[in-house]
Nanobody, 129 residues
């Protein structure tokens, strides 16, 4: 069982940067596939980025086109924490941001919300124009 807690969301001006953190509890978290999603007002949950564990020795990072080149996902397995570095923020990035995790190795990148079985409670990011 894994519990996820996001932090770092706040109000930021357009063009600014922000780093979100997601602290995980539980053992063997380094073997989990992890990801970030967001849900804006009146919108469906949207995939942003993931790090998929490809069997025991490899990992693959995927990004949504909407954030590629602006957002960077990373993880620190010594701290059981994943991060989302967000640069050049836009008002349309305003949303509740969620981290997610799933156990087990995969043969290809995990990008669908239904493929994750652990979720955090979310953290609000608001980008002002």
């Amino acid at each position: 069982q894994v519990q996820l807690v996001e932090s770092g969301g706040r109000l930021v001006q357009a063009g600014g940067s922000l780093t979100l953190s997601c602290a995980a509890s539980g053992s063997n978290f380094s073997t989990y596939t992890v990801g970030w999603f967001r849900q804006g007002p009146g919108k469906e949950r949207e995939f942003l980025s993931s790090i998929t564990r490809i069997y025991q020795i490899a990992a693959r990072a995927d990004y949504a086109d909407s954030v590629k080149g602006r957002f960077t996902i990373s993880r620190d397995n010594t701290k059981n924490t994943i991060y989302l570095q967000m640069n050049r923020l836009k008002p349309e990035d305003t949303a509740v941001y969620y981290c997610a995790a799933r156990s087990g190795f995969r043969s290809s990148g995990v990008t669908l919300a239904d493929e994750f079985n652990y979720w955090g409670q979310g953290t609000q990011v608001t980008v002002s124009a």
